[in-house]
Every structure is written in C-alpha cells, then in structure tokens.
C-alpha cells in the first residue's frame, strides 16, 4: 500500500514563499497523476496544481498561476513551490496521486485514492 507524506509549510508573511515536498513509499499502481489541493476552514477542499507523472505537463488553479509551481523531485517525490503568498492562500495544504482518469476530473478531489497527512500555510498580512 503506498503513502504519501508531507514535509514544509509553515508560516511566512504576504510576498514571502514556501516549498513543500510530498514523499511516495511503499507500492502505488498505476500512478497517473499527481496533484496539490488546499483547503481553507469551512471551505471545500480546492484544486491548486496538477502533474501528469510521465510527461510532467501540468496545471493549475487560476488563483495560483504565476505564483506556484509544480514539479516532481526525484523519482516519486512532487514539490510545490509557492512565491509571492498571500493571505487568502492560507490553509491545509495536501498531496494526492490517482491512477488514470479523465482530464474533466482532474480538479475534483474525488478523483483521487492516495493523500498526504495535510500541512498547514499560513500567511500574514
């Protein structure tokens, strides 16, 4: 059974930046796509950033673009570095893998069968 564990985050003051890293162990099948979402409290978990692990193309949410980036780190590790934060990008950030599914579905949490622990962000005005 494979897992996901998160590492980073924490707190930094608007404009600063933030890297965070999501190890893979243990056996994951068919690993597809692999994704960031965060979610704010009372707030529905959102979609951030997007990799497909074999062409490493990805995607990300609007709020995000030119800020963040995604990106794997070794060979089953994914990091997202975060620049210029803002405060309403504050939440529980958390790493997930899924196994091929249709490009309609890659923002929807649903769609994902392995997550991280979640890390908290947090940024200061």
């Known amino acids: 059974q494979g897992q996901l564990v998160q590492s980073g985050g924490g707190l930094v003051q608007a404009g600063g930046s933030l890297r965070l890293s999501c190890a893979a162990s243990?056996?994951?099948?068919?690993?597809?796509?692999m994704a960031w979402f965060r979610q704010a409290p009372g707030e529905e978990r959102e979609f951030v950033a997007a990799?497909?692990?074999?062409?490493?193309?990805g995607d990300y949410a609007d709020a995000v673009k030119g800020r963040f980036v995604i990106s794997r780190d070794g060979n089953k590790n994914l990091a997202l570095q975060m620049d210029n934060l803002r405060p309403e990008d504050t939440a529980i950030y958390y790493c997930?893998?899924?196994?091929?599914?249709?490009?309609?579905?890659?923002?929807?949490?649903?769609?994902?069968?392995?997550w991280g622990q979640g890390t908290q962000v947090t940024v200061a005005s």
């Open positions: 997930a893998s899924a196994g091929i599914l249709p490009k309609s579905t890659m923002t929807s949490a649903r769609s994902y069968n392995y």
């Open positions: 243990g056996r994951f099948i068919n690993t597809y796509i």
């Open positions: 990799q497909l692990w074999a062409s490493g193309a």
